[in-house]
């Protein structure tokens, strides 16, 4: 079960509620929660192709099995595995910016437990994307794993992230965007395996570059900002 009281909306309060984030998150676009409701309720076409993927992927099925949750208490152990792993890329990546898996907001307005924990899962996840294809947490970071998790998931969410992304960088920053992360991120998106399919957690005591050419990743390009 995942925590949090959900809410179940009509047609038009669900509409409401998507421009009403809409709107938020373009202002403020450090409001995790108002991006977290616009991908609920723009998204839910999208996260029942992606329950339906995992259902056919074995690693899939099993995460659906057991419905780990992206959590302290789960992760902890990353912060202790060698230099060289996925789990301690991961956690330099959390510690480094005084992140904590706990932050996440609950998902609200999924109609069943299964899209509730598909939703969850792709927020909580996010973070081991950022590690994998090392993007930083910035607006060009974001906006390019924003395009990844599109060509994954093809969340309405994400597409309307990186138009409102793009729209606040001046004229040099939407040309090195365009220029280099753009289509370096879609290529990586369409590259990598099917990752919502993929088990992060027991992985984390193998090499990262290892996981990286098993699944296809390809890190983000160094350009200079």
């Not at 099925?61 to 991961?90: C, K, M, Q």
Request: charged share 25%; glycine share 6%; aromatic share 12%.
């Amino acid at each position: 079960m995942v925590e949090g009281a959900r809410v179940r909306l009509r047609g038009w309060q669900q509409a409401a509620v998507a421009l009403g984030s809409a709107v938020g998150a373009l202002v403020d676009p450090r409001r995790a929660d108002l991006i977290a409701a616009l991908g609920e309720t723009t998204g839910k076409p999208a996260f029942e192709r992606v329950l339906e993927r995992m259902k056919r992927n074995p690693e899939g099925r099993e995460i659906l099995l057991d419905r780990p949750r992206v959590i302290s208490s789960n992760v902890g152990h990353a912060w202790d595995l060698p230099a060289n792993t996925f789990g301690a890329a991961y956690a330099k990546f959390m510690g480094s910016r005084n992140f904590s898996p706990d932050d996440r907001p609950p998902v609200r307005f999924m109609e069943t437990d299964e899209l509730a924990y598909v939703a969850m899962r792709a927020r909580e996840v996010h973070d081991f994307w950022h590690t994998l294809f090392d993007l930083p947490t910035n607006l060009f970071g974001e906006s390019a794993l924003k395009v990844i998790e599109f060509e994954q998931m093809l969340l309405p969410m994400c597409f309307l992230s990186v138009i409102g992304g793009t729209a606040r960088f001046n004229d040099k920053q939407r040309w090195l965007f365009y220029k280099h992360y753009f289509p370096w991120a879609v290529q990586a998106g369409m590259k990598s395996t099917d990752l919502m399919c993929v088990y992060y957690e027991k992985h984390f005591h193998e090499d990262l570059e290892v996981v990286r050419r098993r699944w296809g990743i390809i890190p983000a390009p160094s350009v200079q900002q």
